[in-house]
């Protein structure tokens, strides 16, 4: 496994540009930074979100502000607020991300390859 190599560097998240991804309903206002294997996003859902498609992918999510629900596939569903994070590798849950109609939320959140079982490089 080659170890991923950050310098040290200050990020200016008002900067990035920002890529907007429709959901099921609402919208999604991604910034990320790519480095190597390893991304890292500031995720904006708007009020009234909702996924649409059910995510494999491995994250670790930290809840900066407002409300969001993730539900599993298994109906299970976990209400998160300001401060709460879940973490989940690769392929070990289908869940999907939402908001109520008066709250969205802001999300910090880092995914990559280190989530993948096994290990693998690239996202």
């Known amino acids: 496994m080659n170890p991923l190599i950050i310098p040290f560097q200050v990020t200016d998240w008002a900067t990035l540009p920002t890529v907007e991804h429709p959901g099921e309903s609402g919208t999604a206002t991604w910034r990320s930074l790519q480095l190597g294997t390893l991304r890292v996003r500031l995720v904006e859902y708007s009020p009234g979100y909702l996924a649409d498609h059910w995510c494999q992918k491995g994250h670790i999510l930290y809840v900066v502000s407002g409300i969001l629900e993730t539900e599993l596939k298994t109906g299970e569903v976990f209400r998160m607020t300001a401060g709460m994070s879940y973490e989940v ?23 990559g390859s280190f989530l993948a079982k096994p290990f693998q490089t690239g996202l």
Do not use: C, K, Q
């Open 89 to 111: 590798s690769d392929d070990l849950s289908s869940h999907r991300s939402r908001t109520g109609p008066d709250v969205g939320a802001t999300l910090f959140v880092v995914d």
